[in-house]
């Protein structure tokens, strides 16, 4: 029971805090233009990073051992779905984020903006996968 609780809480808040940021945060950002988005998205993100890894992280830990100890097999495809977001990570938004990142990007260029714009859709993707994982998690819980 305390793993099934540690999974859904992590997947949950990961989830809850990836839809925040794709539905809310991340259009205002936009919306307040290029110069805020590009001052904004470097402190964002070292605050928002540490805690993503470890959600992720100890949410998909936590979903594995309840279906290792006994549990059904939606928490182990729940795990996987939530550690899945590190790849997608890794390889649609890293790219991005490293340029955002990155002491030679001028926040307010054109470059800045397309980058916001590209990272949006992206991030979608992310919220996604880390919603299926929480559906599954609590799927398995009812079931």
């Not at 609780?5 to 940021?21: K, V």
């Not at 890293?94 to 307010?108: Q, Y």
Request: proline share 6%.
């Amino acid at each position: 029971m305390l793993f099934q609780i540690i999974a859904l809480f992590c997947c949950g808040t990961f989830f809850g805090a990836a839809l925040y940021i794709s539905l809310a945060q991340h259009p205002a950002t936009l919306e307040a233009g290029v110069r805020v988005g590009g001052l904004f998205f470097p402190p964002m993100y070292k605050r928002a990073a540490p805690l993503q890894i470890v959600l992720a992280l100890i949410g998909f830990i936590a979903g594995g051992l309840v279906w290792f100890l006994g549990g059904n097999i939606l928490w182990l495809i729940g795990a996987v779905f939530l550690i899945s977001v590190v790849p997608i990570t890794l390889i649609l938004i890293k790219p991005i984020n490293d340029v955002l990142l990155s002491s030679d990007n001028d926040p307010e260029s054109e470059s800045t903006q397309a980058l916001l714009l590209k990272w949006g859709p992206q991030h979608w993707i992310r919220t996604i996968v880390s919603g299926i994982s929480f559906f599954l998690y609590i799927y398995a819980v009812v079931a």
